[in-house]
Structure formats: structure tokens, C-alpha cells
């Protein structure tokens, strides 16, 4: 890396006492916590769903809150028509594939839909998702809300991930893979803004990225909604560290073709095309990226060179970057996009 390499071999580890713990009502400037408080048992509803190949209609079992499409060929080659609707294009958007595209469309809790395609689009798969009706599941949530350096966020558990859909056939979909932390980039997740259930949002990104897109699991590391809550995303271990393992070293996720390895993603839930963040969205955007920098050593405001440490790709970019930078995308959306220069320097402050 250019400008950032001395300072990475100068940070310290992240270690579960100095990055992520529980709150038993510390301050946000302590942010270390005490330690395991145990766990509560909560029910979530399980995700349920219903697939189908090619083009045509589709109908299901139960109300969809979201229907998620995944194709061959151009990235905006399909569009969809829920029941008694109009038909809409359906764009690549964040989830992006190297073959073709995938989106999640919000449903409106239709039991019907139809789905065409443009030439040269081919392998048209769809997914009717329910996240917010289905049988309960009980998970167990930490007892005290967790925090990563001062920020809270929910964790997996406490935002209902079913991780059996990290197995396939019987093994991890998507073993963990980890390399040193280099750059952090910025999506938005292109679902509706005023979200009412964003717990719920999260729980069918999940399914699209780990079970549609076959990634074995949800493909950002953290995720912000608009009230500034923040969801751990990408498992990365049993030992209460998110995003991270015990020696400091991220854990690829798969938010960005080509950039994965070493880029930790985070996604803000909603479209941020022709609208900004919440004040409490951005908020919680800055905290969270001053915290994982000032804790690895990187600056906010340098240019780098990324370089893959799979295949060697280089190249060179802000240390925060937004989604559009490594690949063809509006993602984060254009507002969002010229956000970012104020977000770094609100992050190295």
C-alpha cells in the first residue's frame, strides 16, 4: 500500500477486550465492556421461500416480502411485474455478480409475480422471501447489547440469522478466509427507504446473498439502518469479534467482484440515489469507520494501492471508497458517493 503500509505494520491486533464487548453501561469513549453476560432467548420469524426458473409467472404459498431475481447477461436485461402492478426494471444494483446481475425487489406482500427478460439475458432464476410471517425460531441474543469500540450494533443472533444457510451439503458454504484490512467501501443496499422492519431487510439480504447468489453467506461486513443501527454482517467467527478473527485479520465478505480480500464493506440500508442518509445513518457510518481505523492504523483521508492478496490485482483508490470505485454500479448511490469526501474528514477528526 502507498501512504497507509508503515501505519498498518504499526497497529496493533484487534483483540476481543479493545475492539468488540458487551455494554453493561460503560460510556461510548470506554467501549470495553465486561465481558460475556450470557444470553436471552428471542424469537424471530423464520425466512421462508419458494424458487423459480425462467421467465413467466409465479405464484406462492404465502404473502413475499421481497422477490429476489438473479440472471445471466446485462445487468439491467430483466424486469418484473408483481400482481395487478406495473412492470419495473430490474437493475444489478448492489448485489453484483461477475456473470450478470441479482436484485432484491420488495414484494408488498404479493402472493404473484411475473418476471421477463431482453435478449442475451439467460438463466433467470427467482426467489419469493418471506421474513416476516413465518414460523418462530428462537435464537440466543446476548443479554446486554454489544459494541464494537463504542458503537453498538445488533449481532447476528439479535437481528434473527438462521446460520444454517451458511452450510451446504453438509459444510460451509463459504469457509472463513482472512488477510490485514486495507480499504473499507461503502454500499447502499438499493432496498425501499423508510424502511419499517429493517431487522427483516437484513434477514432477506441474507438469503439472496447466501442462498440465490451461493456467496454462503450475507456479503457485508456491517450493515446501517436509519435510525443508525448497526448489524454485524459476514460471520467471522464464535470468539465476539466482528468482522475480524483474534489476530486482527478481516474476514472476506463479498461485496465487491474483484475486491473482497482485505476491503470491508459496509452497506447503508436503503437507495441513496436522489436521497442522502438519515442524520443518524451518517452518524453511525462515521463512528464506525473512524473506530476501525484509528484501530488498524489507517487513514481516512489517504490514497492507497489496494492489492489483492489472492491474485495481486492493484489498485489505486481512497482508503474510503464507495462501490462505483471498483465496479459498474450507481452503488451507493450518487448523493451517497459525494458524501464520502465529507465522511472521511469526519472520520479522521
Keep these: 500500500m502507498i501512504g497507509a503500509a508503515a501505519a498498518v505494520a504499526g497497529a496493533a491486533a484487534v483483540t476481543p477486550a479493545v475492539f468488540a464487548a458487551t455494554d453493561s453501561g460503560s460510556g461510548d469513549g470506554d467501549g470495553t465492556g465486561s465481558g460475556s453476560s450470557g444470553t436471552t432467548p428471542e424469537k424471530f420469524p423464520a425466512t421462508r421461500t ?14 413475499a416480502s421481497y422477490v429476489g431475481v438473479r440472471w445471466s447477461g446485462a445487468k439491467d ?23 450478470g446481475g441479482s ?9 404473484a409475480y411475473e418476471v421477463k427478460a431482453s435478449g442475451g439475458v439467460s438463466d433467470v432464476a427467482s426467489l419469493a422471501i418471506d ?7 428462537t435464537f440466543q441474543v446476548p443479554s446486554e447489547p ?15 440469522a438462521d446460520e444454517s444457510k451458511r452450510y451446504k451439503d453438509g459444510k460451509v458454504n463459504s469457509p472463513e478466509k482472512y488477510y490485514p484490512l486495507q480499504i473499507i467501501t461503502v454500499h447502499h443496499t438499493a ?27 450475507i456479503g457485508y461486513h456491517f450493515l446501517i439502518d436509519e435510525s443508525g ?46 436521497q442522502g442518509p438519515t442524520d443518524a445513518a451518517k452518524a453511525s457510518l462515521t463512528r464506525l ?35 462505483r470505485d471498483y465496479f459498474a454500479t450507481e452503488c451507493p448511490g450518487q448523493v451517497m458517493y459525494d458524501l464520502l469526501g465529507e465522511i472521511r474528514a469526519a472520520a479522521a477528526r
Excluded at 82 to 99: K, N, R
Excluded at 103 to 111: E, F, K, P
Excluded at 191 to 217: F, M, S
Design 77 to 99: 436485461g430483466t424486469a418484473i411485474r408483481l400482481a395487478d402492478g406495473d412492470w419495473q426494471t430490474v437493475t444489478a444494483g448492489c448485489s453484483a455478480v461477475e456473470d
Design 103 to 111: 436484485a432484491l425487489v420488495a414484494a408488498q406482500n404479493a402472493t
Design 229 to 274: 443501527t448497526v448489524y454485524e454482517g459476514r460471520y467471522s467467527g464464535d470468539d465476539g469479534i466482528p468482522a475480524f478473527n483474534p489476530d486482527g485479520d478481516l474476514v472476506t465478505g463479498f461485496h465487491s467482484v474483484g475486491y473482497n480480500s482485505g476491503a470491508l464493506g459496509i452497506a447503508l440500508i436503503g437507495t441513496l440515489t436522489e
Design 50 to 63: 419458494e424458487a423459480a426458473t425462467g421467465t413467466g409467472e409465479a405464484t406462492t404459498a404465502f404473502a
Design 146 to 160: 454489544t459494541r464494537v469500540r463504542g458503537v453498538r450494533y445488533l449481532s447476528r443472533p439479535a437481528w434473527g
Design 191 to 217: 432496498t425501499p427507504n423508510n424502511d419499517p422492519d429493517p431487522a427483516a431487510t437484513v434477514r432477506a439480504i441474507y438469503e439472496l446473498h447466501a442462498i440465490t447468489n451461493d456467496w454462503g453467506d
Design 289 to 323: 469507520i473512524k473506530v476501525i481505523c484509528r484501530f488498524k492504523g489507517l487513514d481516512p483521508q489517504a490514497r492507497v494501492t489496494y492489492v489483492n492478496p489472492v491474485n495481486g490485482t492493484k489498485k489505486d483508490t481512497n482508503t474510503i471508497g464507495g462501490h
Design 131 to 137: 421474513v416476516t410471517d413465518g414460523p418462530d425460531r
